[in-house]
RNA sequence: GCGGAAGUAACUCAGUUGGUAGAGUCACAGCCUUCCAAGCUGUUGGUCGCGGGUUCGAGUCCCGUCUUCCGCUCCA
């Protein structure tokens, strides 16, 4: 991990924000090639997504109606009040805390909070009913906590007073700072696509089956951040909604579960540091979720969700906007709110997920086949890759540097490549290793009589001749 | 948020009981060099994370703070 955090800085990939401040907690910002990779990634994305006939593009603002928040459920759901065990210092969510009490210790609480009203034998039932009626509110809830015992240390009366995490950023909208004014940074873009839904639908004429694909920040106020990239505050979505007939649903969530494996497979992810993982306990939203994980050096991590959302969000959207939001379906003459198939995947998540998987430091034998050394090389998809190719002059003489040079110019038109004539040859490949380059063409004396050049691939290593002029189809063709 | 570790050049790291800040790599300018990081010469580059304190004097000792990594917790 830390070596891959040196190399995207050493080369350019990701920088931490604000460095010569100190750093600004869980930002990043990407470097020269960093950029190029991550545009990569999200050219990748789009053109899978878009690319064909059902699914259309939108940009969504950042920031939204406050009142998209409220129908969302986010405002409601998107704070967790949490608590910490003083003695031994682990920490519980409210709301956990309480489901996993049993009636015992639920009617333990009772008794202590309303003496005399329930003593002697109780119901089970009545002690749940009675529970969940009477320590409701944030004050009830708050004295709960004060009797209870810590689950881990057993400790009574230990825990922090309930502390409220909203994961929301908020901000105001024109320079007066009132609560009239404020509005949410988005925490997820998918919103952005559900209220778009109808004029999306009506403008490009779909029908269903179809989806609206978007790319975009979004920002969560998390707790902490944490591993690089993978848990920030800021961060870049890629999600597509898919807009169904009821019914439909199970059909194609099972197509787009499929459709988003293969995607990473085809960019070069090996199957088994991917897994998919069923979520059991479902968002307030869901008919069912699974996420495709990778496998970090810090474990499995969740890079996407493919969720079925049912048609929650825009009902809610109706009721809250008192638009309708429903579709109406010519062949069948049936007026109905869609269901929803969300694939969501995040950018930077996936973009560090390509940089772990494709990091490898290979022994390689030394020239004269003794003492091997390391190369470290990453082993990209030259669809990711931020430099597709190096054209290298093997000698800085007889004018083979005039003949890079002048290639270089023509691939610019097509390709992001690099000229290199610094250092020995060897040392250039090395260099090309480290920041993913698939592929080195080099001039050399054979390329002054015959116009030829090698080509060196990266992984490999071999080298193979072809004519100057085929250089630019040669890499059409791989890229 | 808790606990542990770390922070010195772009990178990896030295730095003695407190006494003017070092190496290798990289980069740059040359030379050399006809295919896999290792030749030669020269050069650039450091608020020792930041802020206090102790001291004649702090990279070094003390306090605070920030950031990163690891573990816990959390991740509608």
Known sequence: ????????????????????????????????????????????????????????????????????????????????????????????????????????????????????????????????????????????????????????????????????????????????????????????????????????????????????????????????????????????????????????????FEYWREERMKWFLELGMKPENLQWHKHEKLAHYAKAAFDIEFKFPFGWGEVEGIHSRTNFDLSQHEQFSGKSLKYFDEQSKEKFVPYVIETSVGASRSFMAFLCASYDEEMVAGADGEAGEVRTVLHLHPKLAPMKAAILPLVNRDGMDDLARNLTKDLQKYFRVFYDDSGAIGRRYRRQDEIGTPYCFTVDSQTLTDQTVTVRERDSMKQERIAMSAVRDYLLERI
């Open 1 to 252: 991990m830390e070596k891959v955090v040196s190399l995207a800085k050493r080369r350019g990939f990701v920088f931490q924000s604000s460095e010569i401040y100190g750093g600004l907690n869980g930002c990043w910002d990407y470097g020269p090639l960093g950029v190029e990779m991550l545009n990569n990634l999200k050219q990748a994305w789009w053109r899978s997504m878009t690319f064909r006939d059902d699914v259309e593009g939108v940009d969504a603002s950042i920031l939204m109606h406050p009142k998209v928040w409220e129908a969302s459920g986010h405002v409601a759901n998107f704070t967790d009040p949490m608590v910490d065990c003083k003695q031994c210092k682990s920490r519980y969510r409210v709301d956990v805390l309480m489901d996993e009490l049993n009636t015992k210790k639920k009617k333990d609480v009772l008794r202590e909070m309303f003496p005399g009203q329930f003593d002697g034998q109780q119901p089970d039932e009545k002690i749940v009913a009675e529970f969940a009626a009477r320590i409701a509110t944030d004050e009830t809830v708050a004295q709960a906590v004060r009797i209870l015992a810590c689950p881990n240390c057993g400790t009574k009366g230990s825990f922090t007073e309930a502390r409220q995490f909203n994961l929301m950023f908020k901000t105001f909208v024109g320079p007066v700072e009132d609560s009239n004014n404020v509005v949410f940074l988005r925490p997820e873009t998918a919103q952005g696509i559900f209220v778009n839904f109808l004029n999306v639908q009506s403008a490009s004429r779909q029908k269903l089956p179809f989806g609206i694909a978007q790319i975009g920040k979004a920002f969560r106020n998390e707790i902490n951040t944490k591993n690089f990239l993978f848990r920030t505050r800021e961060f870049e979505q890629m999600e597509m909604q898919y807009f169904v007939k009821p019914g439909e649903e199970d059909r194609f």
